[in-house]
């Protein structure tokens, strides 16, 4: 059944992102199940990284505080993070993606990392539900850092 969920969802975020003019200029996608789960991954990441703006954003000041829209990003991405490991298949690594190739060869370590990721984001939602931002704000750190674990040694940097 999440299986089902996330490509819905998957497809979803690549329509939208599309609509949005998010569809710029980047790799080519071949029209294969590896493709797919390139776009896939890509509009989660794009997905999460909009969120975690809005909650950071509002853990840092730099965004007025909306308790329901804090709630309801951290929601979305606990919900998001269970994701992540959906968009790297076998073979999936495509000519211009952010993904090195040591996700493939070390997917275990990956898998924790990711792991990591969920379980900081689902302690931040929680925290936010039960007892609202000023009692969450300061796991928000966390769960940046468990993106940057998977970041740094999974993810080409810009200049690369």
């Not at 089902?4 to 996608?29: E, H, K, Q, R, Y």
């Not at 390139?38 to 975690?52: D, G, P």
């Not at 703006?53 to 309801?72: C, H, K, L, N, S």
Request: aromatic share 8%; net charge negative; charged share 20%.
């Amino acid at each position: 059944m999440r299986k089902v969920f996330a490509t819905f969802v998957g497809a979803s975020l690549v329509s939208m992102l599309a609509a949005c003019g998010g569809g710029a200029a980047g790799p080519t996608i071949p029209d294969t199940p590896e493709g797919a789960a390139f776009e896939f991954r890509s509009s989660l990441m794009k997905a999460i990284a909009w969120k975690m703006t809005q909650v950071g954003g509002m853990a840092d000041g730099d965004i007025p505080v909306d308790e329901a829209a804090f709630r309801e990003h951290t929601a979305d991405v606990a919900a998001l993070a269970g994701m992540v490991t959906d968009g790297f298949i076998p073979n999936s690594a495509i000519e211009g993606s952010a993904a090195l190739p040591e996700i493939w060869t070390n997917m275990s370590d990956f898998e924790a990392k990711a792991a990591d990721f969920q379980n900081a984001a689902a302690s931040l939602a929680m925290a936010a539900q039960q007892s609202g931002f000023e009692s969450a704000k300061g796991m928000v750190q966390a769960v940046r850092q468990s993106c940057g674990g998977c970041h740094r040694p999974y993810r080409r940097r810009a200049a690369e």
